[in-house]
C-alpha cells in the first residue's frame, strides 16, 4: 500500500522569504505526484503535478516541486511567499488500484506567512 | 460553470439521526469520491465511485452509505450519526479512469452532538 508523509504539520516564514515544504512517499509501483491547496474554508486546489518527464514541475504562482525517485519524496519550494500563500497544503500520491487510480493524501502542513 | 456543488455546508445533528449530504457535478466526470478531513489527519477516502451504479469502499466506511444512480450526484448518507462523525466532509469527481486533478466541493461541516 502507499503511503504519503509531511513531515511538518505547520511552517511559519516571513514575508518574501523562501519555503520548503517537506513531502515523503512509499509505494511499491510506480506513482504520480500531486500537491494541492486549501485556502481557509474552501475546498482543495491543485497547485502543480508530476506525471512523467521532468521532474521539476512548477504552478502559475512561484511555487515548484522536484521528483526524487531515489530519496522517494516530492517536495514543495517557493523561493519568495507573499501573505496571500498562507494555506494548508497537501502532499498526494495517486498509484493504480482496481482499474483506478486511488489517490492518497498526506496529513496537511499549515503554511503561515508573517508579515 | 458551477464545477462541484455540496450542500448544505454547516449541518449539526444529535447522535442517533439521519441525514444525507449531497454532492453534485456538471462535467460529466465519471469519477467521483467522499473525503472526511479531520485535524492532523489529512484527507481520508470514504466512498468512490467510477460510474453510475458502481461504488466502492475506502479507507473509512463504516457509518456511511453511498448510491450513484446518475452520473451527476453523489450523495454520503449517515443512517445513525455518532460523534465520531464530526468532520469537515469533501466530495470531489474526476474524469475517469485518468491522472486528472481532482475537483473538490466547498465542504460541509458536521457536528453530531
Known amino acids: 500500500a502507499q503511503s504519503v508523509t509531511q513531515l511538518d504539520s505547520q511552517v511559519p516564514v516571513f514575508e518574501e522569504a523562501p519555503v520548503e515544504l517537506r513531502c515523503n512517499y512509499s509505494s511499491s509501483v510506480s506513482v504520480y505526484l500531486f500537491w494541492y491547496v486549501q485556502y481557509p474554508n474552501q475546498g482543495l486546489q491543485l497547485l502543480l503535478k508530476?506525471?512523467?518527464?521532468?521532474?521539476l514541475v512548477e504552478s502559475i504562482n512561484g511555487f515548484e516541486a522536484e521528483f526524487n525517485k531515489s530519496q522517494t519524496s516530492f517536495h514543495l519550494r517557493k523561493p519568495s511567499v507573499h501573505i496571500s500563500d498562507t494555506a494548508e497544503y497537501f502532499c498526494a500520491v495517486s498509484v493504480p488500484s482496481g482499474g483506478y487510480q486511488k489517490v492518497t493524501f498526506g496529513t496537511g502542513t499549515k503554511l503561515q506567512v508573517i508579515p | 460553470n458551477a464545477g462541484v456543488t455540496q450542500t448544505p455546508k454547516f449541518q449539526v445533528l444529535k447522535t442517533g439521526q439521519s441525514m444525507t449530504l449531497q454532492c453534485a457535478q456538471d462535467?460529466?466526470?465519471?469519477?467521483m469520491s467522499w473525503y472526511r478531513q479531520d485535524p492532523g489527519m489529512g484527507l481520508r477516502l470514504i466512498h468512490y465511485s467510477v460510474g453510475a451504479g458502481i461504488t466502492d469502499q475506502g479507507e473509512v466506511p463504516n457509518g456511511y452509505n453511498v448510491s450513484r444512480s446518475t452520473t451527476e450526484d453523489f450523495p454520503l448518507r449517515l443512517l445513525s450519526a455518532a460523534p465520531s462523525q464530526t468532520s469537515v466532509y469533501f466530495c470531489a469527481s474526476k474524469r475517469g479512469w485518468t491522472n486528472e486533478k481532482l475537483f473538490f466541493g466547498s465542504g460541509t461541516q458536521l457536528s453530531v452532538l
Open positions: 508530476y506525471l512523467s518527464g521532468s521532474t
Open positions: 462535467m460529466n466526470h465519471e469519477y
